[in-house]
Structures are given as structure tokens and as C-alpha cells.
């Protein structure tokens, strides 16, 4: 995948699901309404405990955070702004079009999207990619990217934070 001269991304490897779930609260953070969170990666590779560190940095309870695979999609309140949390693995083709989905991308909250590869073309142009890769037990690179102008600031802002850490 060539980058874009635009894309700003950051490299990271995490030891611990406490450290993948402290970057995704720098994340949730940093998140502005309507600010979408594709989070990309194998079973087991983290996206869960990064979802439930993005609702901690909206100031949302994070063990209210679970993977909404039977679900598909939930909405959680009560921080600074909702957070759609949508599980698309289950769902291919005619599927996806039926659950309305979409219409959290537009909600004002932030949405996390765990399989977005399922999204298709209808996954947003402009959104923080994050994917994660389980290396050992317990350590994962996680690889976090802007793929437009919006979503810049958000992994500028992340770089900052843990360069300065």
C-alpha cells in the first residue's frame, strides 16, 4: 500500500492490553464529533481493549465496553460524547446494508468500527485507521494512521502526546 504524501501515521508497539487500552484513551481524547476510529487486526488482537481505552478518553465507564459482535452495533453515553461501537465481523454484502449502520458516522459522537474491511466502499474516506498485530503474548504493534485532513490532528496530536511521554 503506497502512502499518500498527506497520510500521517505513527508506529507503535504495545507490552500490555493496560498500555493498548492507555492509547486509545490519548485517542478518545483527542476525538471530535463525528470522528471515526477503524480498527483493523486478527482475533485476539486488541481492538476490544483499544475500543473500551477511546471510551475512557470521551469520559465514557469503560467496563461498559464489550465486543458487540451479536449485536452489531452499541451505543454508549454518559462522557462528553456518545460512542457507536460497531462490530461489523459477523455481516458481508446485502447484511451491512440493512442495519443503518451509517447513520452513526453522522450522529454526533464518535464511532469505532471493529472489522472495517467488512464496510467496504462504505467505510468514510476520512478516518484514523488503527491496526493491530499481535507479536508476542502480550506485546502487539499497533500502527495508527490518518487517512485525510480531519483526522490528522487526532494522530498529530497522539504523536505529541507520546513523544512527550
Keep these: ?19 493498548t487500552e492507555r492509547l486509545g484513551e490519548r ?24 475500543a473500551r481505552g477511546i471510551a475512557a478518553g470521551l469520559g465514557i465507564d469503560p467496563t461498559e465496553i464489550s465486543s458487540p459482535t451479536f449485536i452489531i ?18 455481516l458481508e454484502g446485502a447484511d ?9 458516522l453522522e450522529a454526533g459522537g464518535v464511532t469505532v468500527i471493529e472489522w472495517p474491511d467488512r464496510a467496504g466502499e462504505a467505510l468514510p474516506d476520512d478516518r484514523v485507521d488503527v491496526r493491530l498485530e499481535q507479536i508476542a503474548d502480550t506485546k502487539r504493534r499497533v500502527v495508527v494512521a ?5 483526522s490528522a490532528p487526532i494522530v ?4 505529541n502526546s507520546v513523544a512527550g511521554a
Excluded at 30 to 38: C, E, H, I, K, T
Excluded at 146 to 150: D, K, L, P, S, Y
Design 146 to 150: 490518518a487517512t485525510g485532513r480531519r
Design 27 to 50: 485517542l478518545g481524547r483527542s476525538a471530535r464529533p463525528n470522528d471515526v476510529f477503524a480498527l483493523w487486526g486478527e482475533l485476539g488482537a486488541g481492538k476490544t481493549v483499544l
Design 96 to 104: 451491512l446494508t440493512s442495519t443503518g449502520w451509517e447513520e452513526s
Design 73 to 90: 452495533q452499541r451505543e454508549h453515553r454518559g462522557g462528553r460524547m456518545s460512542m457507536f461501537h460497531i462490530d461489523l465481523y459477523r
Design 156 to 159: 498529530e496530536e497522539l504523536r
Design 1 to 19: 500500500m503506497a502512502a499518500q504524501p498527506d497520510v500521517i501515521s505513527l508506529d507503535l508497539v504495545s507490552h500490555s492490553s493496560l498500555h
